[in-house]
């Protein structure tokens, strides 16, 4: 039911698979197979219960437990990376009758709300992971004035100077890290691309000489700081305090407004 409600949610945007630790084949269960299709039009008859062996678990990005023990098998006898066990409490209803399957869909859809909203703050550190780099394209004027080394940051200078053109060829690499769904992941694909790091930008945009360029640079250090540290809460699973930092690092200001409106103003020509 779980993979079902998983896919009704989130459409392609995700690719969602069921499997038990204990799942030996048969069907799945007329009390399912009801509640699914009465409540979401959702069609299971056709269901074949799996069991975790046959899946690979290392192609997908999350790996929900339903039940902390259920967390342990897959860690112990499944070799599940540990990293990427979501453990939601969610008892099983089976042989329960249709009162525990309906206990059961309304705890699945609220853990799945609460999943979205992850997504939806991994989208954003995406976003902000690019913007930093948009702007570290700006170590130009460093290079130019022999602040900086033109080899370390040959990356970044090779982005267009232009801001709109640098931000659409900016789309692909920023669309790679959405798809990633994992912060390790959203830092790997920039790191990747540019040789650099978010500790390697914080270092940039502390560069005394940013001082003399009219650019701001110094003011983005406080910003890639505050993305380093909502990158840690999200990675340590602290989903709360991750809200609260998202929110407070998209209203920080930089050298000549604030992040969330820098986002805005750069995508408005994407739309067009």
Known sequence: MAAA?????FGDAIWAESAGVEAYGGAASREAVEIMRDQFGLDLSNHVPRSVAAASLDTFHCIVAMEPNIAEDLSSRFSAP????????????????IPAYERCVEQLTRRLTELQAVFEMLAALSDLFALLYHEARNVRHLVREKHASEEEYRALISLPTNRNK??????????????????SGIRRVFEVRFGLGLPDLVDLFGNPGWR?????????????????DLSSE??????????????????????????????RDLDSPLRQ
Do not use: C, Y
Request: net charge neutral.
């Open 5 to 9: 409600l998983a896919s009704n949610m």
């Open 82 to 97: 540990s990293g990427r066990i979501i453990v939601w409490d969610v008892a099983d209803p089976l042989d329960r009758g």
């Open 166 to 183: 640098a931000w659409a060829q900016l789309q692909t690499v920023r669309r790679d890290a959405r798809d990633a769904k994992e912060v």
């Open 212 to 228: 003399h360029s009219g650019l701001g640079g110094n003011q983005w250090a406080s910003i890639a700081l505050a993305v380093g």
């Open 234 to 263: 999200l990675d340590g699973g602290n989903f709360d305090r991750a809200r609260e930092l998202l929110l407070q690092t998209m209203e920080m200001r930089h050298n000549n407004g604030i992040v969330r409106d820098k986002l």
